[in-house]
T-cell receptor
Framework: DADVTQTPRNRITKTGKRIMLECSQTKGHDRMYWYRQDPGLGLRLIYYSFDVKDINKGEISDGYSVSRQAQAKFSLSLESAIPNQTALYFC????????????FGDGTRLSIL | SQQGEEDPQALSIQEGENATMNCSYKTSINNLQWYRQNSGRGLVHLILIRSNEREKHSGRLRVTLDTSKKSSSLLITASRAADTASYFCATRGSTLGRLYFGRGTQLTVWP
């Protein structure tokens, strides 16, 4: 979905480095999400935000932090990267409401050596 | 876990055939959604079915939901090579608005 932009698309870095993945959206959605995808494990929720002042942990938040800088921007940080955080990371957005789909960016492929 | 589970993990068919994928889940839901992921891309929403609905259609897609069996199926009719992708079901529970994704079915459609 071109309305949800993730940067960078690919990143290779070393253990112990701090990394920030950025997500911006032009859809005007209040809700934003960060997921991690590993082969054979599907998508797992890291953090989510229902508005600028709302941040919630997902099922695998340890080792990650987030910042909701504006309605349109939601960043994910790895404070001290470790190899098992190598994965494909996705940002998603949605409208509020019970029956709303999520709209995904094209992902960031992160490799930690 | 609220995570859905898709079955089969992989499915390989010829163009023109129908493809059926199943999803089972464990807890009560508000809705169930199906997404497609092409290689190297993000997930794309296909169809949403609410808990009080039993069947829904969108183009060549047909989704059924059986809340008594906690299961759903996605049928793609007259498959095309362009349908080759991974397909995920995702369930939304009654609280917090979170989605729980399954591990996906990899569909390959041969020309």
């Amino acid at each position: 979905d071109a309305d949800v932009t993730q940067t960078p698309r690919n990143r290779i870095t070393k253990t112990g480095k701090r990394i920030m993945l950025e997500c911006s959206q032009t859809k005007g959605h209040d809700r934003m999400y960060w997921y991690r995808q590993d082969p054979g494990l599907g998508l797992r929720l890291i953090y989510y935000s229902f508005d600028v002042k709302d941040i919630n942990k997902g099922e695998i938040s340890d080792g990650y932090s987030v910042s909701r800088q504006a309605q349109a921007k939601f960043s994910l940080s790895l404070e001290s990267a470790i190899p098992n955080q190598t994965a494909l990371y996705f940002c998603a957005t949605s409208l509020a409401g019970e029956h709303q789909p999520q709209h995904f960016g094209d992902g960031t492929r992160l490799s930690i050596l | 876990s609220q995570q859905g589970e898709e079955d089969p993990q992989a499915l390989s068919i010829q163009e023109g055939e129908n493809a059926t994928m199943n999803c089972s889940y464990k807890t009560s839901i508000n809705n169930l959604q199906w997404y497609r992921q092409n290689s190297g891309r993000g997930l794309v929403h296909l169809i949403l079915i609410r808990s009080n609905e039993r069947e829904k259609h969108s183009g060549r897609l047909r989704v059924t939901l059986d809340t008594s069996k906690k299961s759903s199926s996605l049928l793609i009719t007259a498959s095309r090579a362009a349908d080759t992708a991974s397909y995920f079901c995702a369930t939304r529970g009654s609280t917090l608005g979170r989605l729980y994704f399954g591990r996906g079915t990899q569909l390959t459609v041969w020309p």
